[in-house]
T-cell receptor, first 113, second 109 residues
């Protein structure tokens, strides 16, 4: 297993466009998390899946953000009608069911112009 | 609002010395605590976890937890230039980790 994989590594988009990111977790991990991180800040929680069930979603998120994890394997995070404030590093992490010791992917850096 | 607080630094330490990083958390229900290292432009990497009061050692790293004081620390012995990074402290709270903003550590040769 090569760890948590995220795609793309970088995305530049125009304001108002939709973007979708993909995360492939470590295969035996059933917990999957999406975080967002801006410069000088710690990761900010977005959402959490246990297998295919989305158990938690940050109240900070607007309805423009949606995430899925069909069949409990890979996950996608979609941002609709992007805004400049969405520019950040989007991090995916996975962990076994009995640990919060995440393994992070390399992240997707989003720039909205 | 549940929080994890860290001094942002930068903390400058001579090579070979002990670096001491500190963190406090607000959620008394937190049971698991983590230290992550993050190099500039990279994602966080787990270096230590601690779950019970006291010290936990792993190589040059020692994590310390005091639940009564809601305090977590990380000691790095024999600091190396490659230890220069931002160190993030995190505590579990309701299915997720709550993160500090990180302490930037600079090891001077």
């Amino acid at each position: 297993d090569t760890g948590v994989s995220q795609d793309p590594r970088h995305k530049i988009t125009k304001r108002g466009q939709n973007v979708t990111f993909r995360c492939d977790p470590i295969s035996e991990h059933n917990r999957l998390y999406w975080y967002r991180q801006t410069l000088g800040q710690g990761p900010e929680f977005l959402t959490y899946f246990q297998n295919e069930a989305q158990l938690e979603k940050s109240r900070l998120l607007s309805d423009r953000f949606s995430a899925e994890r069909p069949k409990g394997s890979f996950s996608t995070l979609e941002i609709q009608r992007t805004e400049q404030g969405d520019s950040a590093m989007y991090l995916c992490a996975s962990s076994p069911w009995d640990s919060y010791g995440y393994t992070f992917g390399s992240g997707t850096r989003l720039t909205v112009v | 609002q549940k929080e994890v607080e860290q001094n942002s630094g930068p903390l400058s330490v001579p090579e070979g010395a002990i670096a001491s990083l500190n963190c406090t958390y607000s959620d008394r229900g937190s049971q698991s605590f983590f230290w992550y290292r993050q190099y500039s432009g990279k994602s966080p990497e787990l270096i230590m976890s601690i779950y019970s009061n006291g010290d936990k050692e792993d190589g040059r790293f020692t994590a310390q937890l005091n639940k009564a004081s809601q305090y977590v620390s990380l000691l790095i012995r024999d600091s190396q230039p490659s230890d220069s990074a931002t160190y993030l402290c995190a505590a579990d709270s309701n299915y997720q980790l709550i993160w500090g903003a990180g302490t930037k550590l600079i090891i001077k040769p």
